[in-house]
């Protein structure tokens, strides 16, 4: 990823030379559309050839990167080089097209250079017609007409407002109805939580509010009366009434500081609504404070309350669960000795389920709610500044469920964006920098890997402010230069900060590289959609994201960067061009539909922040543009939110009582507290913890830990146990550098136990030997494999063996039996890890070194495969070159070791290339027999005849 970056910078600036060499011609509309199609399908076109041409051969690397794309052996990396190919083509061929047509029309030909242009354009619409294939239009036809209409409605208000001569009594009435109808709710969701009639009691309010309003037409009373009810919303961040089977109330045993916080909300709202009455201004919005509703907003945008539970998924448990238990219980310091690959924002929930009740994890989703408020309150606030009340309202109605996840770290770097892109800093760039930095620091320390792709898009324009800075307040940009240079040596002086910056660095540098090709998913079209969800037209809506590095792609092409306040506003708008196109590795391929996927989530803060703000700034005078951005807008909101969703929560805010569901238990009886008190929980996950908490106790000593291999690193906060290694789950480490690392962490202190099987997680990314090989190898020479009598795989650190002793929880003889050991970490089949690491032998030979090359007398080739006898062979890996590629769906490499037929002595592996290089010591069986004897390479179709074999060696990593 980082490669690509620089030569983002590059053209955004050839953008912005190009468009500054000379003035510009003013085009019509119908010539600048020409330009732009007559660009795009020679771009496309560019890209898909691209693409093809990298379709079929399987990502490369540079070291043993595992990683589903590896497995499956599909390339990414040739999506992303079309489309920056693609991306480069357009912008060239756009600024020549524009040249060209400024040319004809001087010379009066411009109207026949559109004629030519458009029917030159009907095979690719034509082509562009058949690409659609959805079935069923009608819900597409639905949300366009509302979007329309909803436009219409928006921008005859915006001429209401405008026109002061024009009665302002409908807009008023109107206004007040829906807010009047958000009190009612909000008074039931808070009557709900209180046990009061509050909602028959608001409703009778607001209905003499409005016949006292109507009658003495006292419309400013009307419209901030209206909203009385709408802080009350503010008591959903308050557990509902929770019934348990017998009929007693179950008290979830919060303290009185979140029922102080919301007191202290609603107040404030109140207060807000009496400042705007006591006001009486003429203005519109200023009767609509912000803070009664951001309780509106942000009601509207949480997810249901369910009873408290823990979900059975404990390996993404252990991000959330985790980094403020270690920190409190252990004194871990974030990015050092537990890493959260995303950073701070994993700490919040915990950080608030510890300040308003300890930690009893299965309230956890409870604590999202509040982790969500303070983003959405300064979203609000800050989109109402910069866009107007209507366009803040309806963008963030389309979010649902941030949770601090994914969506919260992302619009947190939007709102860096707004804030840095304001036109505050026109004449004050060492400000801007001050700032720049500030935000820097709090942005990456709270999500790194949200925050970290805006902080970099926004480069150039902190370029560009360093440079005016120096220009135009050089005494303010050295005193700005020498206090950050102060900053960093403090910083470096003291160990802890400077060791927690190295931290970052560390994340920063091995992740990127890898990120794409490690914890990628690709996209396969055709599989897993309705016949809603088929063909391009839904494909563009699922990589919405990419069409809006488009529009701010051609916004920056229609933009004249001539004075220095214009050039500034190119150079933020540029930020949104890089930064979703640099998203769209960020999102690791991931683009399913879901309410939690990065693009999903991408793409709505698109509509709800950018857009608006775009629309604002970009879009002002040209009327019939201004309508079509609006439509646009509005059909957006329908396309990416979730409204039917979120009013189905909003049933569920205010629906009662919340009932004991039958799975419930209470693990804190049983010495398991963080699990909480009649938390829901599958029986299967609960019995799966009771059992560890009782082999454990048999084990284990007061302050000893084990190493979980399982890939579920929850169990650290729900059993009290130290963290063995930073990145607790081996998934973490798909890069080989950051498993060394980790390896080098453990081996310092080798846990007693080894848990490497029970409930594990591990995806599509391969088992532990693929994924973590460094780990593997450390497990394997110093530990022995044994099973419990629950089916649990062990492994215990040699010498500590007499612990197993007369243990009644051992299974007896299970000790060494490499079947055991086979079958918990050994891939039954690696896939395309052979063919993948074959296409890239020429970059990984650097880390590897021969061992061996079998003499032509000890191999024979056939149409059914390879014999390599007689002979004892050794090396981490066969690689294997042949003078055409196998045509077989599976090849099998089988060998003679030292365990007479137990465990595994063979894999299996896709064919359909001519080098595979088979990483033979990720299988235990040959690893612990030290190599192999007699090996026989099979293919599962014959081949027509013998294939020539040009390279047969044996090599071990460095």
């Known amino acids: 990823m980082l490669i690509q970056i620089p030569l983002l910078f590059a053209a955004v600036f050839l953008i912005w030379y190009m468009n500054n060499k000379k003035e510009q011609p003013q085009l019509s509309p119908l010539s600048l559309l020409c330009i732009v199609l007559q660009a795009a399908i020679p771009a496309a076109a560019a890209g898909s050839f691209v693409w093809m041409l990298g379709a079929p051969f399987p990502e490369t690397y540079t070291d043993f990167a595992g990683g589903f794309l590896a497995m499956a052996s599909m390339g990414k990396s040739y999506e992303y080089n079309a489309f920056y190919c693609g991306l480069l083509l357009f912008i060239l061929l756009f600024c020549f097209l524009r040249k060209l047509y400024g040319k004809w029309q001087a ?14 354009l009907i095979p690719a619409a034509i082509m562009a017609g058949q690409t659609v294939f959805v079935r069923n239009f009608l819900p597409l036809m639905l949300v366009s007409a509302a979007g329309v209409l909803t436009g219409t409605v928006v921008l005859s208000a915006g001429t209401l407002l405008k026109n002061k001569q024009q009665p302002l009594a409908p807009l008023l009435l109107l206004s007040s109805l829906f807010l009047a109808g958000g009190s009612c709710y909000c008074a039931g969701v808070a009557g709900n939580r209180l046990g009061l009639p509050l909602f028959p009691l608001m409703v009778l309010f607001c209905a003499v509010l409005l016949c006292y309003s109507v009658k003495r037409e006292n419309w400013h009373l009307l419209l901030t009366a209206s909203q009385a009810g709408l802080p009350l919303g503010f008591c959903y961040l308050l557990p509902p009434e929770m019934v348990l089977k017998n009929g007693e109330i179950f008290d ?40 009664p509703l951001l309780a509106f907003v942000s009601l509207f945008c949480a997810l249901p309350d369910t009873w408290p539970g823990i979900h059975g998924d404990d390996y993404h448990n252990s991000e959330i669960v985790l980094p403020w238990f270690s920190l409190v219980q252990q004194g871990a310091v974030p990015y050092i000795d537990y890493v959260p690959s995303r950073g701070g924002i994993n700490y919040l929930p915990g950080f608030l389920l510890w300040l308003f009740k300890g930690h009893d994890f299965s309230f956890l989703n409870s604590m999202m709610k509040w982790a969500d408020l303070p983003l959405y309150g300064i979203a609000l606030a800050m ?22 996840i994914m969506g919260a770290g992302v619009l947190c770097a939007f709102l860096c964006w707004l804030w840095l892109a304001g036109e505050r800093w026109d004449n004050r760039p060492t400000a801007f920098l001050c700032w720049f930095v500030l935000l820097g620091i709090g942005g990456v320390i709270y999500s790194l890997t949200d925050f970290l792709p805006m902080y970099i898009a926004m480069f150039p324009l902190a370029f560009y402010a360093v440079w005016d800075s ?25 160990p802890l900060l400077r060791n927690m910056c190295f931290a970052v660095l560390d994340i920063l540098f091995l992740q990127s590289g890898s990120y794409t090709t490690v914890h990628c998913v690709p996209h396969m079209p055709g599989m897993n959609k309705s016949p809603v969800t088929s063909g391009v037209l839904w494909d563009c809506f699922r990589y919405g994201f990419i069409v809006m590095g488009g529009i701010f792609c051609a916004t920056l092409l229609f933009l004249r960067p001539g004075g220095k306040r214009e050039f500034r506003r190119y150079l933020a708008l540029a930020a949104l061009a890089i930064l979703s196109i640099i998203m769209i590795q960020r999102a690791g391929g991931r683009v399913d539909v879901s309410n939690y996927s990065r693009i999903y989530i991408f793409s709505s803060l698109v509509w709800a922040v950018f857009i608006p703000v775009w629309y604002k700034t970009v879009v002002r005078q040209q009327k019939y543009l201004h309508i079509f951005c ?24 205010s629906s009662g009582k919340l009932y004991e569901p039958e799975n419930t238990v209470n693990p804190a009886k049983e010495g398991l507290p963080a699990l909480g008190r009649n938390a829901a929980l599958d029986a299967g996950h609960y019995k799966h913890h009771l059992q560890i908490r009782d082999f454990l106790k048999t084990i284990l000593k007061p302050g000893e830990t084990v190493w979980d291999l399982a890939n579920n690193a929850a169990l650290y906060a729900y059993h009290d146990l130290p963290i063995a290694m930073r990145y607790p789950a081996y998934f973490y480490a798909g890069e080989p550098k950051l498993a060394q690392k980790l390896a080098g962490e ?76 086979a079958d918990a970490v050994a891939d039954k089949k690696i ?26 007398n000890q191999y024979m080739t056939s149409p059914q495969g390879i ?92």
């Open 107 to 120: 010379s009066g030909r411009e109207e026949m250079a559109q004629q030519v242009a458009l029917y030159s």
């Open 252 to 291: 979830a045993g919060f303290n009185i500081l979140p029922r102080l916080i919301v007191i202290v909300l609603i107040l404030t709202s109140w207060y807000s609504l009496a400042a705007a009455l006591r006001k009486r201004s003429e203005c519109f919005t200023d009767c609509v404070p912000t803070m």
């Open 383 to 404: 989109l109402r500044r910069k866009t107007g009340l209507i366009a803040a309202l309806a963008g963030l109605l389309t979010l649902t469920g941030l949770s601090p």
């Open 470 to 494: 120096f220009m135009t307040e050089r005494k303010s940009f050295y005193r700005f230069c020498i206090a950050v240079a102060v900053c960093a040596a403090a910083v470096l002086a003291v």
């Open 630 to 653: 609006v439509a646009v807008f509005f059909i957006g909101c329908g396309v990416y939110g979730k409204q039917m969703e979120c009013l189905e929560n909003l049933t569920k805010h």
């Open 746 to 821: 453990v081996a310092k202190n080798l846990p007693v136990l080894a848990l490497i099987e029970g409930r594990n997680i591990e995806f599509h990314e391969g088992k532990l030997p693929l994924r973590a090989y460094p780990l593997y190898k450390l497990l394997l020479d110093n530990y022995r494999v044994f099973k419990d009598v629950n089916g649990k795989v062990w492994m215990i650190r040699k010498g500590e063996e007499k612990r197993l002793e007369n243990n009644k929880m051992v299974q007896p003889g299970t000790l060494d039996d490499i079947t055991i050991l």
């Open 831 to 856: 896939d395309g890890y052979p063919k993948t690491w074959g296409a890239s032998v020429t970059e990984l030979a650097e880390k590897l070194q021969r061992l061996m090359t079998p003499g032509a």
């Open 867 to 958: 014999k390599l006898q007689p002979g004892s062979f050794s090396g981490d890996f066969l690689l294997l070159r042949f003078d055409r590629p196998i045509a077989s769906r599976m090849i099998r490499v089988q060998w003679q070791d030292d365990f007479n037929g137990k465990g595994r002595n063979s894999m299996d592996f896709w064919g359909g290339a001519e080098t595979y290089l088979v990483p033979l010591s990720t299988a235990p069986n040959w690893y612990l027999s030290g190599g192999g004897r007699d090996i026989e390479i099979s293919f599962s179709d014959p081949q027509t005849e013998a294939p020539q074999l040009l390279e047969c060696s044996f090599w071990k990593r460095k």
